[in-house]
């Protein structure tokens, strides 16, 4: 019997693996066929607006030799990483708040829904004229423009909490706090990936334009540059590299982080 699960395992293993293999061999596959599309349809052209992927390597490659590309993306996502950590930690605390009281539901649901349809725009620019263009002005107008979208995803999960768990945290007398990190907590976890998933993607692309119209530095302020000098080459070598390390945070940290989370589950 033992034998037969062993070798089972090992079955399911090895399938799973294959499937793994097999995954990034149609990526890769799909890459290239991109590139090798992207590489004649610019040679059919030949326009200077429309660089060869060799191009833009060069470039990226020259902004990585002289510390530029670097420096930028790193202020970037420092910006990303602030904004998004505010805008989880306030999001979540509003939308279980609003999930668990049907009061402040009723009484702030007009406010969310405001906040979801205001354009991130309008909220960039009026950030930049209460504040200034600072640094806590850029980070505050990412942070706005994401916490409506967590607060949103994190009521649905505090709607559907169990309320056989919660008897039971009380009957045993957990108390608040154990309550909320060993009841609560994972079962809004599938929530919270979903929010911190779907806002990393909106997070960067916000960053993007907030430094674009009012900093100095960063991915945004470099396509803002290349762009007054038509330089198609380095906007999309700087477009691809950011890219690149948000894909990068996506496999390497968010998703070990969800599939952490979720061991509870069945």
């Known amino acids: 019997m033992q ?6 395992a090992s079955l399911v293993s090895a399938s799973g693996g ?9 990526s890769l596959g799909s890459l290239l066929a991109f590139l090798i599309f992207w590489d004649v349809a610019a040679n059919l052209i030949d326009h200077r607006h429309l660089p060869r992927p ?3 390597w060069q470039t990226l490659l020259e902004q990585i030799r002289t510390g530029d590309l670097l420096f930028h993306v790193g202020m970037t996502l420092a910006r990303v990483l602030v904004s998004f950590v505010l805008a989880m930690i306030i999001g979540g605390a509003i939308g279980l708040a609003l999930g668990r009281s049907k009061t402040a539901d009723n009484l702030f649901d007009s406010w969310l829904i405001f906040f979801l349809n205001l354009p991130a725009l309008v909220i960039i620019i009026l950030c930049y004229v209460w504040f200034g263009l600072t640094e806590t002005a850029a980070v505050l107008a990412v942070a706005i423009n994401k916490i409506p979208n967590v607060a949103v995803t994190v009521r649905e999960g505090a709607r559907s909490l169990s309320r056989d768990l919660n ?6 007398r957990f108390g608040w ?18 929010a911190a998933r779907s806002g990393l993607s909106l997070v960067w692309k916000i960053v993007l334009v907030v430094e674009l119209l009012g900093r100095s530095n960063g991915v945004g302020f470099q396509l803002h540059t290349a762009f007054q000098l038509f330089d198609v080459s380095m906007i999309l070598a700087y477009a691809v590299s950011f890219i690149f390390v948000v894909q990068i945070i996506e496999m390497g940290v968010l998703q070990p982080i969800e599939a952490r989370v979720n061991r509870w589950r069945r």
């Not at 034998?3 to 089972?8: D, G, I, K, L, N």
């Not at 154990?178 to 907590?185: A, F, G, N, S």
């Not at 809004?188 to 990936?193: E, K, Q, R, Y």
């Open 3 to 8: 034998s037969s699960s062993t070798a089972r």
């Open 18 to 26: 294959n499937a793994w293999i097999a995954r990034l061999a149609w």
């Open 54 to 56: 060799l191009q833009v």
């Open 167 to 172: 008897e039971m945290a009380q009957i045993y």
């Open 177 to 194: 706090w154990k309550t909320l990190r060993h009841v609560t907590l994972p079962q809004l976890a599938p929530f919270f990936a979903a």
